[in-house]
């Protein structure tokens, strides 16, 4: 059981460049989200998705697109790489479990910056 | 808007101290609330949940407390262990859908051997 997984660790682009972080999960969880951490402003909600197919955006969702094609798999996709993307990438899942219990699982993180 | 605030940002103690970290939220209309720890350049790891209907829940050496009405959440430490030594964040879930949680700012924490 490997928890959350995130690939790359770290990751430098240039600005306008593509690139797609992956995340995935083996515990069966139906939530998966993406977040964002900067300096002093705590973690901002990307995408999240509540199951297979079904995605939404969060509070900073420009310049990132997400699918939900399988239950394991959330990958963020940035389209057009800027310097205001650099930051730490966090993916987490929970399950929809029981009424208030669900626990946030977070996976290592992704180092990101765009030049 | 939610938004969550954690008072101090940074706090430096002697090892064998209980110490108390804040987190103040804006809006009381919440579904739970979670303290994590962060290492450096690791991941969130769940310390508490507490859902909205309680008002503490205990692990260990640690204790979270809820008052809701005034939008305040505490983490109690007791006798800190250089261990202990990481970013303490709140973080508040809005509701039931998906994973709607408003993070604090987190407080770093280092407990001096």
């Known amino acids: 059981n490997a928890g959350v997984t995130q690939t790359p660790k770290f990751q430098v682009l240039k600005t306008g460049q593509s690139m797609t972080l992956q995340c995935a999960q083996d515990m069966n969880h139906e939530y998966m989200s993406w977040y964002r951490q900067d300096p002093g402003m705590g973690l901002r909600l990307i995408h999240y998705?509540?199951?297979?197919?079904?995605?939404d955006q969060g509070e900073v969702p420009n310049g990132y697109n997400v699918s939900r094609s399988t239950t394991e798999d959330f990958p963020l996709r940035l389209l057009s790489a800027a310097p205001s993307q650099t930051s730490v990438y966090f993916c987490?899942?929970?399950?929809?479990?029981?009424?208030?219990?669900?626990?946030?699982?977070f996976g290592p993180g992704t180092r990101l910056t765009v030049l | 808007k939610q938004e969550v605030t954690q008072i101090p940002a940074a706090l430096s103690v002697p090892e064998g101290e209980n110490l108390v970290l804040n987190c103040s939220f804006t809006d009381s209309a919440i579904y739970n609330l979670q303290w994590f720890r962060q290492d450096p350049g690791k991941g969130l790891t769940s310390l508490l949940l507490i859902q909205s209907s309680q008002r503490e829940q205990t692990s260990g050496r640690l204790n979270a407390s809820l008052d809701k009405s005034s939008g305040r959440s505490t983490l109690y430490i007791a006798a800190s262990q250089p261990g202990d030594s990481a970013t303490y964040l709140c973080a508040v879930r809005r509701d039931n859908y998906g994973q709607n949680f408003v993070f604090g700012p987190g407080t770093r924490l280092s407990v001096l051997p």
């Open positions: 987490a899942s929970s399950s929809s479990g029981t009424f208030y219990t669900d626990t946030q699982y």
């Open positions: 998705s509540v199951g297979a197919g079904i995605t």
